[in-house]
C-alpha cells in the first residue's frame, strides 16, 4: 500500500450513489427535509452550522465562520454550504454548486378542513407548475414545517396513503377522448381524506398534532405539502432507469452535497468550494430563501469579511467565482421527438448536459462550456448539450438570477430527464453519479 495521503480522484461515484439519491428523494418530500438531509449528510463530512445572527467574525467555536473547515447556514428550505480549505485568503474564490430544493406540487391552504357530500376534504392550491395529470389517483401522503406557539418548528412527514384527488370515471366524462383532460385547478384538484358529513375546523391540524405527540393548540403556522408515497424505484429492462419524486432537483442537490462532501476531504484546494440550494425556483426564485434573494450574497461576503477580508477582497473573490447553476433538463422523448431541437437530442445515461440559450433564459456561454467540458474531461464523464427548438418557450432556472444578482460567471447544466414536473419523473441510473462525478472534479480544480 502506498503511504501516500488518499487522494480523492475526480470521480469517486457510482452506482451505490445513484441508489442512495433514491433513499435522500423518499426522505424529502418537502424543501425542509431536503436541506435537513443535506446537513445531516454535510455533518458526517465535519461540517457545522453557522447561525445567520451571530457575529461571524468571531472565532469562539468550531462552528466559527471565521476559520477553516466546513459550514452551512439553514434559512427555511434554503441551505449554504461551504467548505474553508486550510490556508485560503480572504480573496479565494468561491466554486458554486446552485440547485433548488422545491418542486412543484399540491400545497395546504391555511383554512384547509373542507368537504362535500360524504366526503372529507383538504383544500390546497397549487405550487408551481405541477402536471396535474400525474397527482391524480396518486396515494398521497403529506410534509413539511409546523411552527409552534413556542417559537420552534418542526418537521412532519405522514408518509401513509392519507389523501388522494379522484379522477373522474371515464363514463362521466365521455369528451376526454376529443377534447383531452380538462382539469380545472380549483374544483377538480382537492383530495379527499375520509367520509364525514361534517366539517371540523381545525381537524387537519389537531390530527397533525396527535400523529407528531404535540399539545391540542400547540401549532400555530404551518407550511404543508402533498408528496406520493410510492418509493423510488429501478425501471427498465437491465434496470437502466429510476423512477422517483422531485428528481426535479433534489438530484442536483443530492449531487451537490455528496461533492462538496467529497472534496472537503482534499487539503490542498485552490477554491472555496460551495453549495448554494434555494427554494421557491418554481415560482420565479422571489423570496428570502430564493436565488433572487440576498441569501448567497450575504453568507459570501460574510465568509470574505470573517477571514479578515475588506471589500477588495470580496470583489476580487467574486471577479474570479464560478457558479454550475445544476437542474434537470428534458431528455429526448421517443414519442415526441419533434418538439426537441432537431441535432441536440439529450438522451437518458449519456452523461450531464450543458444547457445553452442564446436569450440568457440559461446563463451558459462558451466560456462557461470550456469550464463544463474541462470539468468533466479530468471526471472521464460524457456530457451533452440541450438546447430548445426554437418554436417552444425556453424554461429557466436560477443560473442567469445569480449570475445577474451577484455578478457571478454562471454555467446551466444539469441531467436529462422525462416527466419533468410529473409527480413522478424518470431518469436514467447512471446520469445522476456521473453528475456527482463532473460537480467534484469542478469543485476540487
Ligand atoms: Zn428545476
Known amino acids: 500500500m502506498s503511504s501516500e495521503p488518499a487522494r480523492l480522484g475526480t470521480a469517486p461515484f457510482d452506482r451505490g450513489h445513484t441508489d442512495d439519491l433514491m433513499s435522500f428523494l423518499a426522505a424529502s418530500p418537502s424543501p425542509y427535509h431536503a436541506v435537513a438531509n443535506a446537513a445531516a449528510r454535510l455533518e458526517k463530512a465535519g461540517f457545522r452550522q453557522v447561525e445567520e445572527a451571530d457575529a461571524w467574525d468571531a472565532v469562539t467555536s468550531a462552528a466559527s465562520a471565521a476559520g477553516s473547515g466546513g459550514k452551512y447556514v439553514l434559512r427555511g428550505g434554503a441551505i449554504i454550504a461551504w467548505y474553508v480549505p486550510e490556508g485560503a485568503e480572504p480573496h479565494t474564490p468561491f466554486r458554486i454548486v446552485g440547485a433548488h430544493t422545491d418542486s412543484p406540487n399540491l400545497r395546504v391552504k391555511p383554512q384547509p378542513d373542507m368537504g362535500a357530500h360524504g366526503w372529507r376534504q383538504i383544500a390546497v392550491e397549487i405550487y408551481g ?37 379522484p379522477q373522474l370515471a371515464i363514463h362521466m366524462d365521455r369528451s376526454i377522448h376529443e377534447k383531452g383532460l380538462q382539469l380545472d385547478k380549483q374544483r377538480h384538484m382537492q383530495p379527499i381524506w375520509g367520509l364525514g358529513d361534517s366539517v371540523d375546523e381545525g381537524d387537519l391540524i389537531a390530527f397533525l398534532e396527535q400523529e407528531t405527540g404535540l399539545a391540542a393548540g400547540e401549532v400555530t403556522g404551518w407550511d404543508l405539502m402533498t408528496h406520493s408515497v410510492e418509493p423510488p424505484a429501478h425501471l427498465g429492462r437491465d434496470r437502466e432507469l429510476v423512477a422517483g419524486p422531485r428528481m426535479d432537483n433534489l438530484l442536483s442537490v443530492h449531487a451537490g452535497t455528496a461533492a462538496l462532501a467529497a472534496v472537503s476531504a482534499r487539503g490542498d484546494l485552490s477554491y472555496i468550494p460551495v453549495l448554494a440550494a434555494f427554494d421557491h425556483e418554481e415560482n420565479g426564485s422571489q423570496a428570502d430563501t430564493g436565488a433572487d434573494g440576498p441569501l448567497l450574497g450575504s ?87 440541450f438546447v430548445s427548438n426554437n418554436a417552444m418557450p425556453c424554461g429557466t432556472t436560477i443560473g442567469p438570477i445569480t449570475a445577474a444578482r451577484h455578478g457571478i460567471r454562471t454555467v446551466d447544466i444539469g441531467v436529462a430527464i422525462l416527466s419533468m414536473h410529473s409527480v413522478r419523473e424518470l431518469c436514467g441510473a447512471d446520469d445522476p453519479y456521473l453528475l456527482a462525478n463532473a460537480l467534484v472534479a469542478f469543485l476540487e480544480d
Open 129 to 165: 407548475g405541477p402536471l396535474l395529470n400525474s397527482w391524480l389517483d396518486r396515494d398521497l401522503g403529506l410534509a413539511g414545517r409546523l411552527s409552534l406557539r413556542d417559537g420552534t418548528s418542526r418537521l412532519v412527514s405522514i408518509d401513509r396513503p392519507l389523501l388522494r384527488v
Open 299 to 385: 453568507v459570501l461576503e460574510r465568509s470574505v469579511f470573517a477571514r479578515g477580508g475588506t471589500y477588495e477582497d470580496r470583489a476580487r473573490a467574486f471577479a474570479a467565482t464560478v457558479c454550475l447553476s445544476s437542474d434537470t433538463g428534458h431528455a429526448v422523448h421517443p414519442n415526441y421527438a419533434e418538439r426537441h431541437d432537431p441535432t441536440h437530442h439529450p438522451r437518458a445515461n449519456g452523461g450531464p448536459i450543458l444547457k445553452v440559450n442564446v436569450n440568457q433564459r440559461y446563463a451558459t456561454d462558451g466560456s462557461g462550456r470550456a469550464v463544463f467540458a474541462a470539468a468533466c474531461e479530468r471526471a472521464g464523464v460524457p456530457w451533452q448539450t
